[in-house]
């Protein structure tokens, strides 16, 4: 069965500091990969999505970056956080071939504050 | 693109039905689901409608699809105070690619 990890789960950074989640997704090949960002109170708003290695489409403009180094990983970085970067992130997975309901599975998410 | 709206908030007593409305705007989503976030936690998928079907029922879980006036609604039955969470329904338009839409999610609040 197929499974998603997301680490770290809980994040307290400076302002300034840089950042980096990661996220891999087991039991699965060539998945298509999302970057989630639910800032507090409301919605979730897709940062980053990628079909395949070192393809990655962003969604908005921001602070953040995507990368894609192997096929089951996708990394969310930042060189230098702002306070507007406080949220929770959720990385998520659906299958690579689109067909039917394609159903969108989410990791755990990391909690990021930034003081 | 697309925008899916959601109320805010929803109060229902235990054992009562709980009904949580969705409005969204992109007629070309084949699929519309509901997910479900339970504190610090991340979303489950709870269902998913065929955008040709009127309603789907899964055992507690009612889901209402009116096309015509893009309206998407969940009933849960007999609401139990494990059902308290943020609900969102999200819809996929046609892009060609899987990029699901949220609305702002309804956090659902069962008392006893």
């Known amino acids: 069965s197929q499974t998603i990890h997301q680490w770290p789960a809980t994040l307290v950074q400076p302002v300034g500091s840089p950042l980096s989640l990661e996220c891999t997704v087991e039991g699965t090949s060539n998945p298509n990969l999302y970057w989630y960002r639910q800032a507090a109170g409301r919605g979730l708003q897709l940062l980053f999505y990628s079909v395949g290695i070192g393809q990655i489409s962003s969604e908005v403009p921001q602070n953040l970056s995507a990368s894609r180094p192997q096929d089951r990983q996708f990394i969310l970085s930042s060189k230098k956080l702002l306070l507007s970067d406080s949220g929770f992130y959720l990385c998520a997975w659906t299958e690579g071939q689109y067909s039917g309901a394609n159903v969108l599975t989410f990791g755990a998410g990391s909690r990021l504050t930034v003081l | 693109g697309e925008d899916v709206e959601q109320s805010l908030f929803l109060s229902v007593r235990e054992g009562d039905s709980s009904v949580i409305n969705c409005t969204y705007t992109d007629s070309s989503s084949t699929y519309l689901y509901w997910y479900k976030q339970e504190p610090g936690a991340g979303l489950q998928l709870l269902t998913y409608?065929?955008?040709?079907?009127d309603m789907k029922q899964d055992q507690r879980l009612t889901v209402l699809l009116n096309k015509k006036d893009k309206h998407l609604s969940l009933r849960i039955a007999d609401t139990q105070t494990g059902d308290s969470a943020i609900y969102f329904c999200?819809?996929?338009?046609?892009?060609?690619?899987?990029?699901?839409?949220f609305g702002t999610g309804t956090r659902l609040l069962v008392s006893p």
């Open positions: 999200a819809g996929a338009p046609n892009t060609g690619f899987q990029k699901l839409v």
């Open positions: 409608i065929f955008s040709n079907m």
